[in-house]
């Protein structure tokens, strides 16, 4: 299987003036093609940390990311937003839907910042990912009118809406009931092997964690051995 993402020797210091935490020491990953990994562990151990240095939100303090081949910790913001735009998809624990815009209007966005989508063909693909994900009824609804479960239904389309390699989730289930966060986790996993996209998903449900072909367990940092 290919290699999407390979991380090498991460290191995260967070330095704040006289406050210094290094919160990840010495990480490796590698993510292939079509994966389900399920990263857990307890809060403040680093996960979200990670997330963002492996999507290249953040750069580490030392240790490389490399996606598709490519080393982001070379790149300026420009080429490793458009390495995002092209490769990464994101779902966040709070949405971050933009609360002024409708939902196909925030699904079609990561094609619009594309430049080269013209906007008819984007809203077509964001309808067409809405009503996969059973949004077909509120495709001019805006975030604050929908509930919990259909905000992270419109947050996995526009994840899923330029077919990246991989996407990146962090607890994309984690303000939901059980059962609506069961639904979505099926959903998602549905799509992401219908579109053979990776996933890497942080969650503090081990059920769901359970459902992923690699559960990775982060502790002070370090990946630690899993125990079931
Ligand atoms: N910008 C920052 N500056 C300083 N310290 C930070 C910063 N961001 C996070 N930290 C610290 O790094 C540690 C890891 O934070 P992180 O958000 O990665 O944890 P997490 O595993 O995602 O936790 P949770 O499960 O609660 O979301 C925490 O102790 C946090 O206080
Ligand atoms: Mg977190």
Redesign the pocket.
Known sequence: MSEILVAKNINKI?D?GSIR?Q?LTGLDLTVRAGERIAIV??????????LHLLGGLDVPTSGEVWLHGQCLNQMNETERGNMRNQHLGFIYQFHHLLPEFTAIENVAMPLLLRKDVPIKQARHEAVALLERVGLGHRLEHRPGELSGGERQRVAIARALVTKPSLVLAD?PTGNLDYDNAQSIFTLLAELQDTMQTALLM?T?DRSLAAMADRQML?KNGKWEDFLD
């Open positions: 967070y704040e935490t919160v562990g307890t809060s403040g151990s680093g996960k979200s940390t990670l607890e942080v503090h982060l």
